[in-house]
C-alpha cells in the first residue's frame, strides 16, 4: 500500500529543514573570527606578567597529574624515566571576550609563546634542568578567560634504588617540579586529586605500581613545589625463572661432587665448574645493581659471596679428600682417626659392613664404657680408603646443609 503527501506538505517540511540549516549556518563561525579574536586579544599582551589585577589575591592554578608510560629504571646509575602530562588550568582576565561579538565563537587554541603560561621546572633530572617548552601543545582558552594547557613530555629523573630485596624489591621515586619564580603569596595551587590519574597508563612488563601520590609544598626560597610520588613494585616472575632457581639449583649440586668416585678424575674440574658459574651470576647481579653502600647492599649480593666462599672451602676439601684417597696403606692411621672411622661405620651402617663377617673373637664393646677396645682385627680391616669415604660423607652433609641454611635464610630476609 502506497501513501500519498499532497504537496502542501512536502513544501512544509523542506522549508523546515532549510530554515533550520540556515539557523545553524548562522551560529557557526568562521576562520575570519578566529582570527579577529586573537588579533584582539593578543593586541598589547605582555606574556611575561603574570595574569591577576589584583595583585593580592594569589593566583589560582588546578593541577593534575596523568602517567602514560614508565620507559625504563635503571638501578645501577639510578635513571628513572616516564611519560606523562600535567593538566593546569587558570584564569587570565585579559583573555576574556564576549562570544556574540565574534559569531558565538567560545574556544579558541592560542600556542603557549603567545601568552603566559606557568613556569614549571623539573628539578630533579636526570640529565638538565629545563622547562616545559614545546610549540607542539597550543593552550585551550574560553571567552571566560579560563585557560587550560596539557603539556605532555618524556621526564627523566633521579631516583636512587633501593635494592636491598633485589629481585623482591619495592622502589619509590619521585619527580619534583617547581614553579619557578613565584612564591606561595602568588600562586595558589589547587590539586584536582591527591593521586596519579592513571586512566591513560599503560602497564609495564617489569615495573608494578602500588600507590600514587600528589602533593604540593614550599621548599627553598619559597617557591611551591609540585611533588610526583611512585611506588613501584618489581614483577619477579622472571627473575625467579632465570636467575634464583638456577642460582640455587647450582648451589645443591654443590656438596654432590663428593660422590662421584675419587679414582674418575672428574671431582676438581666439577667444582671449579660450578665456583665459575657463581662468578657468572655476580656479574650479572653487579651489571644492573648500583655501585653503592647506601642505604644498603643486595642480600642476593652477600648469597652469592657466601655461596663462592663455600665454593672455594669445598674445592679445597676436594684436593684434602684425593690426597686422604691416594695415601699408601702401608702408612699407618693414626688411632683417633680409626676409632672415629668405626664408630661413624656403626652409625652409618654403610659399606663398612662387610668387615662384621670377617672379624672373629672379638671383644664385647661394653655401653656403658666410656673408653672402647677393639681387637687386632678390626684395626686390620680400617684403611685409608675407609678414612677418605667418611670424609666424603661428612663434606657431602656440610655442604647439603650449608646450601639449605642460606635458601632459608634468603627467603626470610626478602619475603
Known sequence: MTYYMPPFYTSTIVCFLCISGWCHVLHAYMLVDEQNLETTLLSGYNANLQPGFNRSVPLNISVTFYLFYIKEFLEYNGKFSVNGAFLLGWNDERLQWNSNAFNNLEKTVIPQRKIWIPNIVNINS??????????????????????????????????????????????????????????????????KRSNVDLSMYNKHGVW????????????????????????????????????????????????????LPPVSGERVGFITTVSLSYIVFLTIIQDKLPESSEPSLSVIGYILMICMLIGTLSTALVIFGLRIHDMPNDKPIPNFLRKIVLFKCGSFTAPFNRRSSKIENSQIIEHSDIKSTFTEAEEEEVDWTDVGNLFDRLCLMFCTMACVVLIIAYISLVI
Not at 143 to 153: L, R
Not at 241 to 257: D, K, Q, R
Open 126 to 191: 636526570f640529565e638538565g634542568i629545563s622547562a616545559f617548552e614545546t610549540e607542539l601543545m597550543p593552550i585551550e582558552v574560553f571567552s571566560s578567560g579560563t585557560c587550560s594547557w596539557f603539556p605532555y613530555q618524556s621526564f627523566d629523573v633521579i631516583c636512587d634504588a633501593d635494592v636491598t630485596k633485589y629481585p623482591f624489591d619495592t622502589q619509590y621515586c619521585t619527580l619534583d617540579f617547581y614553579l619557578w619564580g613565584y612564591e606561595m603569596e602568588l600562586m595558589n595551587i589547587q590539586l
Open 208 to 259: 608494578e605500581i602500588l600507590n600514587t601520590q600528589l602533593n604540593v609544598n614550599a621548599k627553598s626560597r619559597g617557591f611551591p613545589e609540585i611533588n610526583v610520588a611512585l611506588w613501584l613494585k618489581r614483577r619477579t616472575d622472571y627473575y625467579i625463572a632465570s636467575l634464583i632457581i638456577p642460582m640455587f639449583s647450582i648451589t645443591l649440586l654443590m656438596g654432590f661432587v663428593f660422590l
